[in-house]
């Protein structure tokens, strides 16, 4: 109930093209959901985030989708590029509970120049 | 501002040998945590704290203990290492609508 599962576990993208990164949760009552970046050799940085009052949420090439009903969120990176290269996370958070995270497992995405 | 600052950034230790990695932050949060990053397996919370004086448990508290006598300060203390607890450590402090903001992380080799 407190998983969030996340998908690909590795992804190779051409430059310029979409990468898409999803992941699914089982609790209804998550009210946040982050994503971060990590680079090689650095903390995690927090991307973008959403909350379930909206369905989709856009910060330049990074776009959040998010379908309460199927209890699943995406990360969206337009145009991506080889600097877009890097783990991403995606996490869930629980009202109330002291800004604990629910961690995915993460997803390396290289972008090929 | 310096933000999140975690040393060392690399330490070896024989098993059974006791260290502390340090962290601190400028940020004046409440909120302060530990993690550790393993591949394939995300980040799993160790120890976490909602001000100074008050630390609490996260998923994976044995072998590790925390104490926050100020809020800039959250060293993290390995009893007694053992080669599981090989791995990065991060330390992060939350700030504004539940960002957390990361150190550049200690890589821990126990041998």
């Known amino acids: 109930q407190q998983q969030v599962k996340q998908s690909p576990q590795s992804l190779i993208v051409q430059k310029g093209g979409i990468s898409i990164i999803n992941c699914a949760y089982e609790?209804?009552?998550?009210?946040?959901f982050p994503w971060y970046q990590q680079f090689p050799g650095k903390g995690p940085a927090l991307l973008i985030a959403?909350?379930?009052d909206v369905s989709e949420k856009k910060e330049g090439r990074f776009t959040i989708s998010f379908n309460k009903s199927a209890k699943q969120f995406s990360l969206h990176i337009m145009d991506s590029q080889p600097g877009d290269s890097a783990t991403y996370f995606c996490?869930?958070?629980?009202?109330?509970?002291?800004?604990?995270?629910?961690w995915g497992a993460g997803t390396k995405l290289i972008i090929k120049p | 501002n310096a933000g999140v600052t975690q040393t060392p950034k690399f330490q070896v230790l024989k098993t059974g040998q006791s260290m502390t990695l340090q962290c601190a932050q400028d940020m004046n949060h409440e909120y302060m945590s530990w993690y550790r990053q393993d591949p394939g397996m995300g980040l799993r919370l160790i120890h976490y704290s909602v001000g100074a004086g008050i630390t609490d448990q996260g998923e994976v508290p044995n072998g590790y203990n925390v104490s926050r006598s100020t809020t800039e300060d959250f060293p993290l203390r390995l009893l007694s290492a053992a080669p599981s607890q090989t791995s990065v450590y991060f330390c992060?402090?939350?700030?504004?609508?539940?960002?957390?903001?990361f150190g550049p992380g200690t890589r821990l080799l126990v041998l």
């Open positions: 609790n209804t009552a998550f009210d946040y």
């Open positions: 992060a402090s939350t700030g504004l609508e539940e960002t957390q903001y």
């Open positions: 996490a869930a958070s629980l009202p109330a509970s002291n800004y604990q995270l629910i």
């Open positions: 959403i909350r379930p």
